[in-house]
């Protein structure tokens, strides 16, 4: 891409200065995406050095740290030290991602849980029942945990790799019922395969924790006070015999999430505008403090960790536990043995027909009240892919297993991750020869998706342009001032010539701490509406943002026709006034705060907007709307 394409890309990916609030769940599968390249490549560096020499593999994660003095020490081996403590973050990201979809994303319509939920019980349950099945009369049996578990980094990433033409919002199911996949699957680890467990540091445990409730509910802030506490009951954990990595779900999905307001996002934005007229050390240090303080702490901890568990923590876990020496015999034995075949058949098959066959009988037993996010074939796909069981699985097969056994359960895990992503790939290949209505209907279901748009489009009191009937309703709150809107203007044009079922609503956000005169901007769209020209004198004030004053305005009143006196009586009597604070309501009721936000058929519209980010939105909802859905 050359730098001009890559500028006018950014400028259409812009929000006003304070208005860079929480980044959506795109954010979180773009990094989940790029990380599965490096998770695949610690994984196949461990298998080629622990063939070329697995003395020192072995020699280097059986070295013994601690961490203390004296007899007050905490001593475990390099190996332990990446499962059970450095893969405490890796479950914190994930609760945290899982508590901000239950707070901003889909699941906080509450009744949308219980499918994914039940999905992901079902997903668990069949494939351990297909490794009981192998592995009945044998003590190997006891290793049934290592079969249940989808990994949710390895599979979102993959999945983002071999089947991009399903739709976004089987992302946000998988999510969903693979984070219950993981509570259930620590619960598991928690509960059958920690021995010895000690009462005392596993009640000191509980303690610590309805501490952490008491200060959520006092609403303090302090993130060394929370900081403290979660290591504690690590280290609480690990003395109960109970794997520590539970702490870090349990801490993440208490983590709350929230969109910024505009009361948070104007007292950044006047921190900042005091540095910037007087750089000094305090001043740098008060507007970064300020600026933190206006995203919610779900947000500061997802921007700090996730690229550390992505990029860093998941593929040292796979080098640590990939590592065996692949033998013609130990294939040989691994594709006769029930370990592997149970672990294998129970990821591949077991899966796919437990999350996919839970959600149909689900959604037959409901009436169709509750459904899928996706079309059944988007469904599959997720079933599928969810049958790469990599983290948890071997885990657990690392607790049940040892030696010649846990190196065939080993083979079955990466042999379920292969064959998984080659399913996946297959499905989508195959949904994408299907005629175009069936393939619609097949990926996107006929779910309608949660409304982000608080009040709805109202023909007599809005600024519509384009067919009343349109298919397509594309809502902007936009600020006459913000050059991000007048960059987005050609694109919706675009938009208006170029299909005859689109229409476009404004209203009024102006950021009067940002831009001083889009308040008296509005204000002067609305006098001309009262005499017919709003998107005249709307187009007019896109196009020119230099300079704001109201003989200018008025100039421009009478270019456009309009009585001067009655557009001049009417600025100053500001009889546009509660209108805009109208719109301003009802972008607050929206969770809007910066400028330009779109809401395509009610649902807002993340990403950039230049021409391909909202072409493609339109699209979709084309398709949505012409299988049944909004």
């Keep these: 891409m050359s730098d001009s394409k890559a500028s006018r890309r950014s400028e259409m990916s812009g929000r006003t200065p304070?208005?860079?609030?929480?980044?959506?769940?795109?954010r979180f599968l773009r990094t989940e995406t790029g990380s599965a390249a490096v998770l695949l490549s610690a994984t196949l560096a461990a298998l080629i050095w622990a063939n070329v020499?697995?003395?020192?593999?072995?020699?280097?994660?059986?070295?013994?740290?601690?961490?203390?003095?004296?007899?007050?020490?905490?001593?475990?081996?390099?190996?332990?030290?990446?499962?059970?403590?450095?893969?405490?973050?890796?479950?914190?990201?994930?609760?945290?991602?899982?508590?901000?979809?239950?707070?901003?994303?889909?699941?906080?319509?509450?009744r949308r849980v219980?499918?994914?939920?039940?999905?992901?019980?079902?997903?668990m349950l069949v494939p351990v029942a297909v490794y009981l099945a192998f592995n009945a009369g044998h003590g190997s049996a006891r290793g049934w945990g290592a079969a249940m578990s989808t990994d949710t980094a390895f599979a979102l990433?993959?999945?983002?790799?071999?089947?991009?033409?399903?739709?976004?919002?089987?992302?946000?199911?998988m999510l969903t019922f693979t984070v219950v996949d993981d509570v259930l699957a620590l619960a598991v680890i928690a509960l059958v395969y920690s021995e010895h467990v000690s009462l005392v540091p596993l009640l000191t445990a509980c303690g610590l924790l309805a501490v952490v409730l008491l200060l959520r509910y006092a609403t303090v802030s302090s993130g060394f006070a929370y900081a403290l506490l979660g290591v504690t009951m690590w280290v609480a954990m690990l003395e109960s015999g109970v794997d520590?990595?539970?702490?870090?779900?349990?801490?993440g999905l208490l983590t709350y999430a929230y969109p910024a307001s505009r009361g948070d996002l104007e007292r950044a934005s006047g921190l900042f505008r005091l540095f910037r007229e007087q750089p000094t050390g305090e001043l740098a240090r008060t507007a970064r403090v300020g600026l933190a303080a206006a995203i919610s702490p779900n947000d500061r901890l997802q921007h700090?960790?996730?690229?550390?568990?992505?990029?860093?923590?998941?593929?040292?876990?796979?080098?640590?536990?990939?590592?065996?020496?692949?033998?013609p015999e130990l294939l040989s034995r691994a594709f006769s043995s029930p370990i592997t075949l149970g672990i294998l058949v129970g990821f591949v098959a077991g899966k796919p027909v437990g999350i996919v066959g839970v959600s149909w009988l689900v959604t037959r037993l409901s009436g169709g009240r509750l459904r899928?996010?996706?079309?059944?074939?988007?469904?599959?796909?997720?079933?599928?892919?969810?049958?790469?069981?990599?983290?948890?699985?071997?885990?657990?097969?690392?607790?049940?297993?040892?030696?010649?056994?846990?190196?065939?359960?080993?083979?079955?895990?990466?042999?379920?991750?292969?064959?998984?992503?080659?399913?996946?790939?297959?499905?989508?290949?195959?949904?994408?020869?299907?005629?175009?209505?069936?393939?619609?209907?097949?990926?996107?279901?006929?779910?309608?998706?949660?409304?982000?748009?608080?009040?709805?489009?109202?023909?007599e009191r809005d600024h519509v342009r384009g067919p009343a009937d349109a298919t397509v309703t594309l809502v902007e709150y936009g600020d006459h001032e913000c050059p991000y809107c007048a960059g987005a203007e050609p694109v919706i044009r675009a938009l208006l010539s170029g299909s005859d079922d689109v229409r476009h609503v404004w209203r009024h956000l102006p950021l009067t701490d940002v831009h001083p005169n889009a308040q008296l901007r509005a204000e002067a769209a609305e006098a001309a509406g009262v005499q017919g020209a709003f998107w005249e004198m709307h187009d007019w004030l896109l196009a020119n943002q230099e300079e704001t004053s109201v003989h200018m305005l008025v100039r421009q009143a009478e270019a456009l026709g309009l009585d001067t006196e009655r557009f001049r009586e009417d600025l100053r009597a500001r009889v546009g006034a509660d209108r805009v604070a109208e719109d301003i309501e009802s972008a607050d009721e929206s969770g809007v705060s910066g400028t330009p936000t779109f809401f395509v058929n009610g649902r807002r519209h993340h990403g950039s907007y230049d021409s391909a980010g909202l072409h493609a939105a339109v699209r979709a909802a084309r398709v949505r709307a012409d299988i049944g859905g909004v």
């Design 244 to 251: 520590p990595v539970v702490t870090g779900l349990v801490l």
């Design 53 to 110: 020499d697995f003395a020192s593999y072995e020699r280097l994660w059986t070295t013994r740290l601690f961490i203390g003095v004296s007899d007050e020490r905490i001593s475990l081996d390099l190996h332990d030290w990446v499962n059970s403590g450095l893969m405490t973050f890796f479950f914190f990201v994930v609760g945290l991602e899982a508590r901000r979809e239950f707070d901003m994303g889909d699941l906080r319509e509450r």
């Design 372 to 459: 899928p996010p996706v079309g059944w074939a988007a469904a599959a796909g997720g079933g599928t892919i969810a049958g790469i069981g990599f983290t948890v699985s071997l885990l657990i097969a690392g607790l049940a297993f040892h030696g010649e056994q846990l190196d065939e359960a080993k083979v079955g895990v990466l042999s379920a991750a292969l064959c998984a992503s080659l399913v996946t790939w297959a499905v989508s290949r195959a949904t994408a020869m299907l005629p175009h209505h069936v393939k619609g209907r097949a990926l996107l279901g006929t779910s309608a998706p949660v409304r982000d748009l608080a009040i709805e489009v109202d023909d």
């Design 114 to 123: 219980t499918l994914p939920a039940l999905a992901g019980v079902g997903g």
């Design 304 to 327: 700090l960790f996730h690229p550390w568990t992505s990029y860093v923590i998941v593929p040292l876990f796979a080098l640590a536990n990939t590592g065996v020496p692949i033998t």
């Design 18 to 26: 304070w208005a860079n609030i929480h980044r959506p769940l795109r």
């Design 157 to 173: 990433g993959m999945l983002a790799l071999v089947g991009p033409r399903f739709p976004r919002r089987l992302r946000a199911f």
